[in-house]
């Protein structure tokens, strides 16, 4: 059996939408019969605990520490949100105290941190069968995003419409996906509804946006402003399956399965 898809979900900056597409993605995949683990690997903004509220006594900064084994930090929802395939879930630690730390962390560290994730992966991959492993990054050029990203097969890369978003993630993708020679395809997020209402619109759009990123690009998805009003625990695929962000969502993961194919 072939190993799983290691997919990192990147941004350039925060506010994308970046964690909510990581684990409506992680749930789709999970709902359709795949065995997923999902990891909050934002260690400077952790936010996946608000969903996937568990009261271990680890978190995946301790993994990256070196001081607990993978089982310790993997949490099983497959129950809980009624999937298929197996959903595990490994979160950050969301304390003050944690953040502050992650922050002073140095370089040594840091590799030590890309080991320990080189070998969950492998763990997961090989060991557990995962057929998906998503990472939720933490955005820009932290060492935390260039670690998960190094360890990807594939980079879910997030952008909105605005023009630093795309201006740094246009440099984001020529310093660090090239240089780790990291396949990577675009969604573009929060795009005002005026300007895809038609198809030929959209396309035209899209079609502007892989010529500027020279990146294949999945989707072009508008501003729902109810999404943004629903409180942080909201699966939208789970609570919501018919909403136009979750099917959406649902045909974007039928082309990150055809990506990692290749």
Not at 44 to 55: C, K, Q
Not at 70 to 89: C, H, N, Y
Not at 111 to 123: D, T, V
Not at 211 to 228: E, H, N
Request: charge should be negative; include cysteine; proline fraction near 4%.
């Amino acid at each position: 059996m072939n190993p799983g898809t290691v997919l990192a979900v990147h941004s350039y900056k925060g506010g994308t939408g970046k964690t909510l597409i990581s684990m409506n993605l992680a749930t789709i995949l999970a709902r359709q019969g795949k065995n997923v683990c999902l990891i909050d690997l934002d260690l400077r903004a952790p936010s996946l605990d608000a969903t996937f509220a568990a009261n271990g006594k680890h978190w995946i900064n301790d993994f990256l520490s070196g001081t607990c084994e993978p089982m310790d930090v993997l949490k099983d929802f497959s129950k809980e949100k009624a999937t298929s395939g197996r959903l595990l879930v490994a979160l950050a630690n969301p304390s003050m105290e944690a953040i502050r730390e992650i922050v002073t962390k140095d370089k040594r560290w840091e590799m030590g941190a890309l080991r320990q994730l080189l070998s969950l992966k492998e763990f997961l991959t090989n060991n557990l069968a995962m057929d998906y492993v998503v990472m939720d990054t933490s955005p820009g050029l932290s060492y935390g995003s260039i670690n998960a990203v190094a360890a990807s097969d594939l980079v879910l890369v997030v952008s909105t419409w605005d023009a630093s978003d795309i201006t740094g993630t246009q440099g984001m993708i020529g310093e660090l996906y090239d240089l780790l020679e990291r396949r990577a395809i675009v969604i573009m997020n929060k795009i005002p509804e005026q300007l895809i209402a038609a198809e030929e619109m959209k396309e035209r759009l899209a079609d502007q946006f892989k010529r500027a990123f020279k990146l294949p690009v999945m989707d072009l998805l508008p501003c729902y402003c109810d999404i943004l009003r629903q409180e942080r625990a909201t699966i939208m695929a789970l609570d919501k399956p018919d909403h136009p962000f979750s099917k959406s969502l649902v045909e974007i993961v039928g082309k990150v399965e055809k990506a990692g194919e290749k």
